[in-house]
């Protein structure tokens, strides 16, 4: 397989899961605002931005800490080394794998460290976690690029930038803005 163009690759690709896992983790956050007990038979798009925002979140994890099937990718394509997280691989890799992506019993919850590093939330809790450390994770690419005096350090800032603003559309959607839960701080 050829390598991809690293321009097109952060504004197409990098851009899009990081969207959707910002959406979702904002959705997320809408719904457990309005049902924190999830006791309304049938609804179930708490759930959905759930997954969504783990499977999202698992990606840009694995492609800035040079884990799972994108190891190297960031050295290849940006000549960046990996970027230390110390919740991935940490208490989430595994996690991230086994109890999301693999059919089993998950009426087990598993308690982790919140993006914060301090606090312990169950894995069903984290979207926003998810969020707010591959944010700083993308914060961190930009500042790498910027000592490279990269000019892709620009285009990184402007997809974090509507990537964050996409995701506050979703609290201000005709569906959502009723329900008076502001945007989050990305």
């Known amino acids: 397989m050829s390598q991809p163009n690293a321009s097109d690759y952060l504004e197409v690709h990098l851009?899009?899961?990081?969207?959707?896992?910002?959406?979702?983790?904002?959705?997320?956050?809408?719904?457990?605002?309005?049902?924190?007990?999830d006791n309304i038979k049938g609804q179930h798009i708490k759930l959905y931005a759930m997954d969504s925002a783990a499977l999202h979140a698992r990606a840009l994890l694995e492609?800035?800490?040079?884990?799972?099937?994108?190891?190297?990718?960031?050295?290849?394509l940006y000549g960046i080394q990996s970027i230390t997280s110390q919740r991935y691989p940490g208490d989430w890799v595994r996690p991230l794998n086994t109890h999301?992506?693999?059919?089993?019993?998950?009426?087990?919850?598993?308690q982790l460290t919140?993006?914060?590093?301090?606090?312990?939330?169950?894995?069903?809790?984290?979207?926003?976690?998810?969020?707010h450390e591959v944010v700083n994770l993308w914060r961190q690419f930009i500042r790498q690029l910027k000592r490279?005096?990269?000019?892709?350090?620009?285009?990184?800032?402007?997809?974090?930038?509507?990537?964050?603003?996409?995701?506050?559309?979703?609290?201000?959607?005709?569906?959502?803005?009723g329900h008076g839960v502001s945007p989050i701080a990305w």
């Open 15 to 37: 851009y899009n899961d990081l969207r959707w896992l910002l959406c979702a983790a904002t959705e997320w956050h809408v719904q457990q605002s309005v049902n924190p007990t």
């Open 63 to 76: 492609f800035f800490t040079n884990h799972g099937s994108n190891s190297g990718r960031l050295q290849s």
């Open 100 to 110: 999301l992506m693999h059919a089993q019993d998950r009426s087990v919850g598993q």
């Open 114 to 131: 919140g993006a914060d590093g301090r606090t312990k939330r169950d894995l069903n809790r984290m979207p926003v976690d998810f969020g």
């Open 148 to 177: 490279q005096s990269n000019p892709l350090e620009a285009l990184a800032q402007t997809t974090l930038d509507r990537a964050i603003a996409k995701s506050a559309l979703v609290v201000t959607n005709e569906v959502n803005r």
